[in-house]
C-alpha cells in the first residue's frame, strides 16, 4: 500500500509518500512560508501553500519514483492549526481523491508527530514529549488513545520561543540550519536573570515567563535574557517529563515536534534519563518539524485498520485535540 500525504497547518506545506513495506518514507517534499516581518500572517501562509503547491506534489511524485495511480489513498491534517492553511491543504486532497476515485483519510496533526516517533525511534511503552509551536504536551497511550499527563494551561513552548525572538529581534527567521536562533543567542549567554518557572502539577505555564524575558530585554543583556529564557523553558518541561515518568513508572521517553530538534533540550533530557536509568528517544531533525510523510505514514496506518473519511466529513477542525482521536492501534 502506497499513501500521499499532505500538510499544511501552519508555515509549511509538505508532501509525503509513505508506503507498508521498506523503506517506509518514499518521499519528503516540503516549502515554508517565512514572513519578511513580523509574525505569521494566516491568509499570506495559506496564498504562499496555493501557489506553492503543484511544484511541491510533482517533486514529491518524483522523488517515491511512482504515478498518482500508483496512490492507494489520500491522507490530509485536517488539525489542529490555522484555518486557512488547513482549507489549503484539505482542498487538494479531496481533489486527489475524487480524481483518482482513492480513499481519502483526515488525521490529527498531533497523532502524526507522535506515529513518525513511533516508526523513526522504534520506541518499547514510553512517555511522550510533544513539544512544537501550537503543541506541548506529555501522553501516555491508553485505550486506544493518547491521554493527556500534562499540558501546557496557555501558550506552547514553540510559540513562545518563536515570539520572544521576534521581540528580541532575532528573527524571522526563528530557526537557521536546525538551530533555534534563542538556542543561538542564548550560547552567548554569561549571567542568568531572575524569570519566573511555572510549574502546576503536571502542567506548564508560559506566558508569564515570556512578558517577564520580554519586559527584561530593556534592562539586560540580550544573550542573558535567551539564557535565562531558554534555560528555564527547557527545565519546565524535565521536571514535568521526569514526574510522568516517574507516576507512570515508566523507564522510556519519546520527543516529538518541532521543539525536538533542540540540541539543548536533548541533552537536558538525556542528563535525567541516565540517572533514572532509562532511556530518551528523539524523533529525527528530518521529521521533528512539520512533514508531509509523517501525514502519509499515519494515513497509511489508518488505512490498514479500515479507518476512511467521507467527503462530506472532510472538515478542517483548528482545535482538534489530540486526546479526542481514537488510534485502535495504541492498546
Not at 516549502?31 to 506553492?52: D, F, Q, V, W
Not at 499527563?149 to 526563528?174: H, M, S
Request: glycine share 10%.
Amino acid at each position: 500500500m502506497i499513501v500521499l500525504g499532505i500538510e499544511s497547518t501552519a508555515h509549511t506545506f509538505g508532501i509525503g509518500i509513505a508506503s507498508d513495506e521498506k523503506p517506509h518514507i518514499l518521499a519528503e517534499r516540503r516549502k515554508t512560508y517565512i514572513p519578511k516581518e513580523g509574525g505569521m500572517l494566516p491568509r499570506e501562509a495559506a496564498r504562499h501553500h496555493s501557489e506553492n503547491a503543484s511544484t511541491v506534489l510533482r517533486e514529491a511524485i518524483q522523488e517515491a519514483k511512482v504515478t498518482l495511480r500508483d496512490i492507494d489513498g489520500i491522507a490530509v491534517s485536517l488539525g489542529p492549526g490555522l484555518g486557512p492553511c488547513l482549507r489549503t491543504g484539505a482542498t487538494l486532497a479531496r481533489a486527489l481523491s475524487l480524481k483518482l476515485d482513492k480513499p481519502l483519510v483526515g488525521v490529527n496533526h498531533s497523532v502524526a508527530h507522535i506515529e513518525i516517533g513511533y516508526l523513526t525511534t522504534n520506541p518499547n511503552d514510553p512517555v511522550i514529549l510533544y513539544v512544537s509551536g501550537g503543541n506541548t504536551a506529555i501522553l501516555i497511550p491508553k485505550s486506544k488513545k493518547f491521554r493527556v499527563f500534562g499540558e501546557t494551561l496557555d501558550i506552547p513552548i514553540g510559540n513562545a520561543l518563536d515570539v520572544f525572538a521576534r521581540e528580541a529581534g532575532l528573527g524571522p527567521p526563528y530557526v537557521i540550519d536546525g538551530i533555534h536562533v534563542v538556542d543561538k543567542c542564548a550560547s552567548e549567554g554569561k549571567e542568568f536573570v531572575n524569570l519566573p518557572y511555572i510549574v502546576k502539577g503536571q502542567d506548564l505555564s508560559y506566558s508569564g515567563l515570556l512578558t517577564a524575558s520580554v519586559r527584561s530585554l530593556k534592562k539586560y543583556r540580550k544573550e542573558d535574557v535567551c539564557l535565562s529564557f531558554r534555560e528555564i523553558a527547557y527545565d519546565m518541561l524535565v521536571e514535568a517529563a521526569e514526574r510522568a515518568l516517574s507516576q507512570s513508572k515508566k523507564n522510556e521517553l519519546m520527543v516529538v515536534g518541532g521543539v525536538a530538534a533542540s540540541g539543548v533540550l536533548r541533552e537536558k533530557l538525556e542528563i535525567m534519563m541516565r540517572e533514572r536509568g532509562g532511556e530518551v528517544k528523539v524523533v529525527p531533525q528530518r521529521f521533528a518539524t512539520d512533514n508531509g510523510a509523517m501525514i502519509a505514514w499515519t494515513g497509511l496506518v489508518y488505512l490498514k485498520h479500515g479507518i476512511r473519511t467521507k467527503l462530506e466529513d472532510s472538515y478542517v477542525r483548528p482545535m482538534w485535540r489530540v486526546d479526542e482521536v481514537d488510534v485502535p492501534w495504541r492498546d
